[in-house]
């Protein structure tokens, strides 16, 4: 099956700074979106992003299918954006597969 | 729009008693649900998926008679943990995806329930 490997395992930012997150797979996928698990558990989408760019306010993420990547931006990092980080990748008629995470940790 | 519920939130046990978890699409008709667990400070692990009036489909190594996984509606999918015992204690989180192509084809996450078994 498809391994899904997320870098780095742990970020601790100061608030403001701004960071990459990586997801790598080793497989074509068809499907591929980023989540946000808070303190409390819920995961929150962020992208749905099987190829190309997109953005949503200080969040951006691209997908470069072909080399079987995709990156997270995250902007002027705010404390609120603490948690976890989980990139969940999908073969064609496959269940998501889903990185270990990264920890993020956002001082004030 | 896209919101998914589960309940109870958290729920404490004893060993050998069954607990039910539910899991509703508000907003969305859900064609397939995803049964997830998590133990801490790790990802999550897909348990089984369930279309609309079918049987789940278990992933490998999950006993189907003791996770009982019944997807009544396309907005209810129901879990039942048989008796439990401790090593079942973790955080269990329902999906919901709408139809191929549709607008809800994502997957969308409930809270989570966390399950302490004593």
């Given amino acids: ?108 | 729009g896209a919101v998914v519920s589960q309940h109870p939130s958290w729920v404490i046990c004893k060993s050998g008693t069954s607990v039910k978890i539910e899991c509703r699409s508000l907003d969305f008709q859900a064609t397939t649900m995803f049964w997830y667990r998590q133990f801490p400070k790790q990802s999550l692990m897909l348990m089984a998926t369930s279309n609309e009036g079918s049987k789940a489909t278990y992933e490998q190594g999950v006993e189907k008679d003791k996770f009982l996984i019944n997807h009544a509606s396309l907005t209810l999918s129901t879990l039942t943990v048989t008796s439990a015992h401790p090593e079942d204690s973790s955080f269990y989180i329902c999906s919901a995806r709408g139809p191929y192509g549709g607008a809800t084809y994502e997957q969308y996450f409930g809270p989570g329930t966390r399950l302490t078994v004593t």
């Fill in chain 1, 1 to 108: 099956g498809i391994q899904v490997e997320q870098s780095p395992p742990d970020l601790i930012l100061q608030e403001g700074a701004n960071s990459t997150l990586r997801c790598n797979f080793s497989d074509s996928v068809n499907n591929l979106q980023w989540f946000h698990q808070n303190p409390w558990g819920q995961l929150i989408n962020l992208f749905y992003i099987p190829s190309g760019t997109k953005q949503n306010g200080r969040l951006s993420a691209t997908t470069v299918a072909t080399e079987r990547y995709s990156l997270l931006y995250i902007s002027s990092s705010q404390t609120t954006d603490s948690g976890v980080y989980f990139c969940a990748v999908a073969g064609y008629g496959q269940n998501f597969v889903f990185g270990p995470g990264t920890r993020l940790s956002v001082l004030p």
